[in-house]
């Protein structure tokens, strides 16, 4: 069993032994910190000098289906730069997120399938990103669908709980059939004879696919992967899925799943379609600009906290987008770095809006006011993850956010073309997302006290903070010294500009 | 190759035909309206009938029956086997006796079943 | 060791169990089922050791085709569903005694049970001699040594409405489609002179074959072959059966029978399929019987309040899609092409692992009292969190959610048509599958989300040899979601 076969099976074999009577707790709480430290070791042992994309480290491969007529399909694992990034993004939300789990006794329901879905999600996660056969990259995504159903339906709160979980699944299942429609029509197109992502960057760049089909497997691709990703316009089950689904099960969704869409259009749609992505790079930038200034001001008209985080997530989505479009290594190696740290940044929100929410119930501004003076602890952590989400200096999202700005407004053309002026527009953006993001720490934790006496709540506890605490870590590690992650990221993007470029 | 169904086709046709003459013939030439409800029941021997037209029998004589109609059948395709026997002996076939012995061993075991279930016991 | 032995052990084994039932004086009947699954399990140990023939010009070889890894994948599959459907039935004694007639004086209490057990061995060894029949005489008998027996078991819980039903309308349909089969397999020897299969195929691939009288036999035959596997429109009779019949018999019905009537149709369709006479004009009526079995099938589940009921329009859209496969078909001398054999194989592979996960869980449900309506089955996880867990990974995988076995074999049928450019097929295939993914996380989604329908929270005791079989099946579903060669192997 290679290390990535060891990486990825940990967390369902924890399931498992979870719904086979182990402690639910201690299991997964073990499970994440072994896949922690084996994401760590991974890391630590990726060899940084390769210049190249797709040019797999710790490779393994097992044939699982060869008949005559399919392409092969291999049980196969592999890391390049990006993903070496995002299984660390993984392994650290997932830790944070079992951390911020319930004690068994206080989940309302069946504590083992609680903790048995949070580790079905993770371990889809990790798959799907450590994948390096396209059936296996779509299938592990997948996995995470059905438990992320039952959490928000069984665990959710409010009363719609059920038709949110609905509303999600409907949204992520159809957006991965349209997904699905574009990758088999991809591989169709490529004649290919496996399903290895190598595989079909190689034939890409041989005979490739001609224009008119590269413009609607594009498209088909956007549109699937950026409903995963919750592109504007399809983007209208995340705000409410958010704030309605149990706070670990949003650090991870918002955090990690949601990277798969982005992952996948760096991963198969530059590489293999560029043509299609030049072909509709407008329609692109319109729905970025969206999401960034139409949902953020529709994140400053929010009024209640939780709904807030969920639709700021959306917007800051748009970012990454834009360094993709960028499309030179600067934009792409920053819509990677953002990706790992908007990831840690918004699951700290939201297990600190999950940490509110146990205390306080409704989460609406006016009944807050403050609470900086009761709970310190609390209040410092919020700014603290609040800083790094408007992307000031000394955090990860700084050191992302700067060279997609750069990267995006690159370029020799005297004057304005269409990716300059959305990088005009984004740049509005982080107005926008400071106002209502200081506003809403403002109206919580300082200003004047509420008429309900709010400050007999119990400030966090270590228990409480130490998922936190391991976030913000992440993000001040990152933001202090980029490099950690940059010297991942850089060969990789290189080399998939050396594809495009050969 | 067609021409040789004719045949048939007349033969189906007068049948056809014949069944559909003697309905529509009974119809014209019948006296019609001369119906009564005595008319109309079962003639029997003179008697008023008695009773359900169709009587109940007890299941058992439809066991019996069966169970004849299916140890019959042995019989018939014994027959057959025994007038080609020496034959297929000749021409060396070994496994000719043994076909035969198997199904007639099925049938014994069917019986002894029979037996034991009771089928055949005429008072339980 | 011969292929054919496997078959004659079974029919032993069935006469075995017979006698004992009628001589030894058993406490328990249920006994017998235990000694019907362990002869099967080593029957189906055997099937690992046969050899290939060493005289392959005895005539046995003309009624029986001389093994090939097919015929011995669909003997395992038929083997496998009757010590399952036997594992079931074990569970269900308690239903079937009292629904049969109330023991006489001084009768075994459990009198009428031994032949519950007995039969469906019967049916196994039809089953396994259809998998290998290559000519139309063993072909029909083998058909009508499955049909007859599944009569009597479909009719077997005799005081009860449902089960009558189900085994008169099988009884009467069973029979005419028995008469088309003849009547078709008539025509066919008439225009080719042959019983076998062998020349019969070589004799349709003639371009001088009478094509009118050729068709009329495959429509003929295609009327009963798609009785058989429950496609439209002769689909009618599968949802009153699945619902009427005892459940350890609904589901040997929905797996095995089907399975058989599939081996059976492509030993006989693929005659007309790889003919370049007739080839083109039956692809056209298989089109059009799977876009509608598609269509029908998994629509009207949608409809469906009891679950038996929707097991049985699932199986009819199942049935759509192995009959995509077949309408598939590329040209003889496409190189490197998806077989549809291979499909066909997995598919039935595939369908046999997750339906009998379901009626399992159904079947205990049953024998539990539970009831069998959708109703029934609400808020099912804070019962019995073990019997909703397993029913939910059978029906993600028969609604095709990745890494499960039923996901493979949606991908292969979607390949195969869109290889052949079967644009409406897979339009129709598109909505049936849609369809199917809503009705089967719907039940899903009740087990978890609604709150119980009767207070009576007491949970449902599994007994050992039905856990062990379910736990099974969930693992083999899932590994051969993610290794689908371990299906593939067997067969190719």
């Keep these: ?502 | 190759m067609t021409q040789d169904y004719i045949a048939v086709l007349v033969q189906i046709v007068l049948a056809g035909g014949f069944a559909v003459a003697t309905l529509i013939a009974s119809a014209l030439l019948g006296k019609r309206a001369l119906r009564n409800p005595m008319k109309d029941s079962a003639y029997e021997c003179g008697m008023l009938p008695v009773g359900e037209g169709q009587a109940r029998f007890s299941v058992k004589f439809y066991l019996v029956a069966m169970l004849f109609v299916l140890f019959d059948v042995e019989v018939v395709f014994l027959i057959p086997w025994a007038t080609v026997y020496r034959a297929q002996i000749e021409s060396g076939a070994g496994i000719f006796l043994f076909a035969m012995l198997g199904f007639v061993g099925i049938l014994f075991l069917a019986y002894l079943y029979a037996l034991k279930k009771g089928a055949l016991s005429w008072q339980r | 060791m011969q292929v054919y032995y496997l078959e004659f052990f079974v029919v032993a084994l069935g006469l075995v169990m017979l006698m004992v039932d009628a001589f030894a004086k058993l406490q328990d009947k249920r006994s017998l089922a235990r000694l019907g699954i362990l002869g099967l399990g080593v029957v189906f140990l055997l099937l690992f050791a046969v050899q290939s023939p060493s005289n392959a010009a005895s005539p046995v070889w003309k009624f029986y085709a001389a093994p090939d890894n097919l015929s011995l994948f669909f003997k395992g599959v038929a083997l496998l569903t009757t010590i399952l459907s036997l594992v079931m039935a074990i569970d269900f004694a308690p239903i079937v005694l009292s629904k049969i007639a109330p023991p006489d004086q001084g009768a075994h209490p459990q009198a009428g049970l031994g032949e519950f057990y007995s039969l469906p061995v019967f049916v196994c060894a039809g089953l396994m001699w259809m998998a290998s029949a290559n000519n139309l005489v063993s072909i029909f008998v083998s058909i009508e040594v499955v049909s007859i027996t599944f009569i009597i078991l479909a009719g077997y819980m005799r005081r009860n409405v449902g089960s009558l039903e189900a085994g008169v309308k099988y009884l009467i349909l069973g029979a005419l489609s028995a008469g088309f089969l003849v009547y078709g397999f008539a025509w066919l020897y008439g225009i080719t002179g042959s019983m076998e299969l062998g020349p019969i195929t070589e004799a349709l691939a003639k371009p001088g074959v009478n094509s009118t009288a050729a068709m009329f036999a495959f429509s003929l035959i295609l009327v009963s072959l798609a009785f058989k596997l429950g496609a439209a429109p002769f689909h009618i009779w599968v949802p009153d059966v699945y619902q009427g019949a005892p459940t350890p018999i609904t589901a040997f019905l929905s797996v095995g029978s089907k399975a058989g009537a599939a081996i059976v149709t492509l030993r006989l369709v693929y005659p007309y399929l790889t003919s370049p006479v007739l080839g083109t004009k039956a692809l056209a009526i298989l089109v059009v019987i799977a876009i509608l079995t598609l269509l029908l099938g998994n629509l009207g589940a949608l409809a469906q309040k009891n679950l038996k009921r929707l097991m049985g329009y699932s199986s009819v859209g199942h049935s759509g899609f192995l009959i995509m496969a077949l309408a598939s078909t590329s040209y003889p001398g496409a190189v490197n092409a998806l077989s549809p054999v291979a499909v066909f194989a997995y598919y039935i592979g595939a369908y046999l692992l997750m339906t009998l996960l379901v009626f399992l869980v159904l079947n205990v449900l049953n024998a539990a009292d539970t009831g069998e309506t959708l109703d029934s089955i609400r808020g099912l996880a804070k019962r019995s969190p073990f019997l909703a867990g397993i029913l939910l990974i059978a029906l993600a995988s028969l609604a095709g959610v990745p890494l499960t076995t039923g996901f493979i074999g949606k991908f292969l049928a979607f390949k195969i048509a869109l290889d052949a450019g079967q644009w409406m097929l897979i339009a129709a295939a598109l909505i049936g599958a849609a369809a199917g993914f809503y009705f089967y996380l719907k039940i899903a989604a009740s087990m978890y989300l609604d709150a119980p329908s009767s207070s009576d929270g007491a949970a449902i005791p599994v007994n050992l040899l039905t856990k062990v079989s379910m736990v099974i099946l969930a693992i083999l579903i899932l590994l051969t979601g993610i290794v689908p060669n371990v299906i593939v192997k067997l067969f190719s």
């Design chain 1, 1 to 502: 069993m290679s290390t990535l076969e060891f990486l990825v099976s940990l967390p369902l074999i924890a399931a498992l032994a979870i719904a086979l009577g182990a402690p639910a707790r201690c299991t997964a709480l073990g499970a994440s910190v072994l896949v922690f430290l084996t994401t760590i070791y991974c890391a630590i042992n990726y060899n940084t000098s390769i210049e190249d994309f797709a040019a797999w480290q710790f490779e393994s491969a097992r044939t699982v289906l060869d008949m005559p007529g399919i392409p092969t399909i291999s049980l196969a694992f592999g890391l390049d730069g990006i993903s070496v990034v995002l299984i660390l993004l993984s392994s650290i939300v997932l830790l944070a997120a079992v951390l911020a789990a319930p004690d068994e006794s206080k989940v309302q329901g069946n504590s083992r399938l609680y903790y048995l879905s949070l580790l079905l999600i993770g371990g889809g996660a990790l798959g799907a990103f450590t994948a390096t056969d396209l059936f296996f990259f779509y299938a592990f995504h997948e996995l995470a669908l059905i438990p992320t159903f039952l959490m928000i339906g069984l665990f959710g709160r409010g009363e719609n709980r059920i038709r949110t979980a609905w509303t999600i699944t409907i949204f992520l299942s159809v957006g991965s059939l349209i997904l699905l429609v574009g990758l088999i029509l991809l591989v169709i197109k490529l004649g290919a004879q496996t399903f290895a992502i190598a595989d079909l960057i190689a034939l890409a760049q041989g005979q490739g696919i001609d224009a008119a089909s590269q413009n609607w497997i594009f498209l088909l691709l956007l549109v699937g992967f950026g409903t995963l990703v919750s592109l504007f316009p399809f983007h209208s089950w995340a705000a409410p899925a958010y704030a309605e689904a149990p706070t670990p099960v949003t650090m991870l969704h918002a955090g990690v799943l949601k990277k798969f869409g982005l992952y996948g259009l760096i991963r198969i749609a530059l590489p293999i379609v560029p043509d299609g992505f030049q072909h509709w790079l407008h329609l692109l930038l319109i729905l970025l600009i969206g999401n960034i200034l139409f949902i953020g001001l529709v994140t400053i008209a929010q009024r209640s906290l939780d709904r807030m985080l969920g639709f700021s997530s959306v917007m800051h989505m748009g970012y990454i987008f834009l360094g993709i479009a960028a499309f030179n290594t600067m934009g792409v190696s920053g819509a990677v770095l953002l990706m790992f740290a908007h990831g840690l940044s918004i699951a700290a929100l939201f297990a600190l809006n999950g940490a509110l929410r146990d205390r306080f119930g409704d989460l609406t501004f006016r009944r807050f006011g403050k609470l900086g003076k009761s709970l310190p602890r609390l209040g410092l952590l919020f700014g603290f993850a609040t800083f790094a989400a408007i992307g000031l200096p000394g955090f990860a999202n700084f050191a992302a956010e700067i060279p997609i700005y750069f990267g995006a407004f690159d370029g020799d053309a005297s004057g304005m073309n269409w990716l300059r002026w959305a990088t005009v527009g984004a740049l509005w953006g982080v107005v926008i997302s400071a106002v209502y993001l200081l506003r809403a720490y403002r109206s919580i934790f300082m200003g004047n006290a509420p008429k309900v006496r709010l400050d007999d709540a119990p400030d966090m506890l270590l228990r409480e903070m130490l998922p936190v605490i391991l976030l913000i870590a992440g993000l001040l590690i990152v933001g202090f010294s980029p490099e950690v992650l940059n010297q991942y990221i850089r060969p990789t993007v290189n080399g998939l500009f050396l594809l495009s470029a050969g």
